[in-house]
């Protein structure tokens, strides 16, 4: 009996050591972090579509230039 106590102590022991205490966001600022990225995805896309209407805008003008 004592050595069945022993080793679920033991167990219990190498158990929360070996647990890790890693810091948990809170709901909160992963609903802010996820937001962040999301605005830079938008921003980041918003800014490719610009780029292309000037691209576009610069290849009419070159087509009106050249006739």
């Keep these: 009996m004592k050595r069945i106590l022993l080793i679920f102590a033991l167990l219990f022991s190498f158990a929360t050591v070996f647990t890790s205490c890693r810091d948990k966001k809170k709901v909160d600022e992963q609903i802010e972090e996820t937001m ?23 290849e009419v003008e070159d087509a009106v230039d050249g006739n």
Excluded: C, L, P, T
């Design 36 to 58: 962040d990225e999301v605005g830079d995805d938008v921003e980041e896309a918003a800014d490719e579509v610009g780029d292309g209407i000037e691209d576009a805008a610069d």
